[in-house]
């Protein structure tokens, strides 16, 4: 299994976090790693994706992932057994969100589990790879968000300066 973690905190309240994040169209954004997005349905708090993408640049097959929001402090995300992917992989992760007087800190896991054969070659060639881009993509996220909401700052949930926001 290979992982990548990474904080930072965000300027938003959890809802605009976990709207963007459960919106495969607009986190592709921040996550490189997703393709193009091949379908999704929600019915509530769970959303069923897929997609397909790349990991360091090799093309990887489609995936089908299951979303489950659990109120505002927590989205996880599961790969699905979908063909040609359950032959490579497995993966998981999610976001943790902690709302403080600054922000939200949150903290994003992805792990990996490659099946045998791969996992001999794909473990240590991801590790320090995913790593590193699951930090750069914390980066991209924090900065995408945070500027979604100065593009419309009638809807700021932190004021600059207690300064009330426009009519």
Not at 72 to 95: D, W
Request: hydrophobic letters at 40%.
């Amino acid at each position: 299994m290979i992982e990548g973690i990474s904080e930072a905190v965000i300027q938003r309240p959890p809802e605009a976090i976990i709207d963007f994040v459960t919106d495969l169209h607009r986190y592709k954004l921040a996550d490189r790693k997703i393709g193009r997005v091949l379908g999704m349905r929600r019915e509530g708090d769970r959303i069923w994706m897929r997609h397909d993408g790349k990991l360091r640049g090799l093309p990887g097959p489609p995936v089908t992932l299951e979303m489950t929001i659990l109120g505002r402090h927590a989205v996880r995300y599961r790969s699905l057994r979908s063909f040609p992917a359950c032959l490579f992989l497995t993966f998981e992760g999610g976001f943790d969100l902690d709302e403080t007087a600054v922000g939200t800190r949150v903290v994003h896991t992805e792990r990996f589990r490659f099946f045998a054969p791969w996992r001999w070659v794909m473990d240590p060639f991801l590790r320090e790879w995913l790593a590193r881009d699951v930090r750069e993509e914390m980066g991209r996220l924090k900065t995408l968000i945070e500027a979604e909401h100065l593009a419309r700052p009638a809807q700021r949930a932190f004021p600059m300066n207690n300064a009330k926001p426009a009519p």
